[in-house]
């Protein structure tokens, strides 16, 4: 086990002016790559150990290259993030892309600025530690991580963002609460509700 998997305190949403917000993506940009440099290559073992250690080496370099492709944007277009409000920044991360447009449609309705639209877990985790968002808002079930990988990714290294979570399972509700999820949505919730309860979270 690394790091990475170690959980962070659950946080209330904190309000932060453009200073706070970059010296916070500079602190998780300095975690990140200080626990990334703690992994250690595993003695190989059974063939299941291996393609599982393969896929979580996959995963921490598919992250690595969203937070890259972040942070280059961030260079590119500075003035364009500066003008936004550091109040009101989600992340959604949803396979279904009728479902994603529907959730950024309702918050941007309610003055929030979904900051981006994401389908990986990985990549999920790179944004959030570039972007350090007051909420996230995924899908249980994504690929490269799953919901419960970027909860605790998140809890870490963003650990002032709030995580909303759509689970297809009634009865994993609870976990993803411990987990770390602040809030968990069944899929029989609509998106235009999803987006009223993610900005209630941060009192929108």
């Given at each position: 086990m690394t790091t990475l998997d170690q959980p962070?305190?659950?946080?209330?949403?904190?309000?932060?002016?453009?200073?706070?917000?970059l010296l916070d993506q500079l602190g998780a940009l300095e975690g990140w790559a200080a626990a990334r440099a703690e992994i250690t290559a595993t003695v190989p073992g059974s063939?299941?150990?291996?393609?599982?250690?393969?896929?979580r080496e996959?995963?921490?370099?598919?992250?690595?290259?969203?937070?890259?492709?972040?942070?280059?944007?961030?260079?590119?277009?500075g003035e364009q993030f500066a003008a936004?409000?550091?109040r009101g920044r989600v992340v959604v991360a949803h396979r279904n892309a009728w479902f994603t447009s529907a959730v950024r449609m309702g918050l941007h309705e309610r003055g929030l600025e979904p900051i981006a639209a994401l389908d990986n877990g990985?990549?999920?985790?790179g944004v959030c530690v570039a972007e350090q968002?007051?909420?996230?808002f995924i899908?249980?079930?994504?690929?490269?991580?799953?919901?419960?990988?970027?909860?605790?990714h998140v809890r870490r290294f963003a650990p002032h963002t709030l995580i909303a979570v759509q689970s297809p399972d009634p009865w994993t509700m609870g976990e993803l609460l411990d987990c770390g999820a602040?809030?968990?949505?069944?899929?029989?919730?609509?998106?235009?509700?999803?987006?009223?309860?993610?900005?209630?979270?941060?009192?929108?």
């Open positions: 962070a305190p659950i946080t209330t949403w904190l309000a932060r002016d453009w200073p706070t917000v063939r299941e150990s291996r393609l599982d250690q393969a896929r996959d995963a921490l370099a598919r992250a690595d290259q969203a937070l890259l492709d972040r942070a280059a944007l961030h260079l590119r277009h936004a409000s550091p990985a990549d999920t985790v968002p007051d909420v996230l899908e249980d079930r994504l690929p490269s991580w799953s919901g419960r990988e970027v909860i605790s602040h809030q968990v949505f069944d899929r029989a919730v609509p998106p235009a509700e999803v987006a009223a309860r993610l900005a209630e979270l941060i009192g929108v």
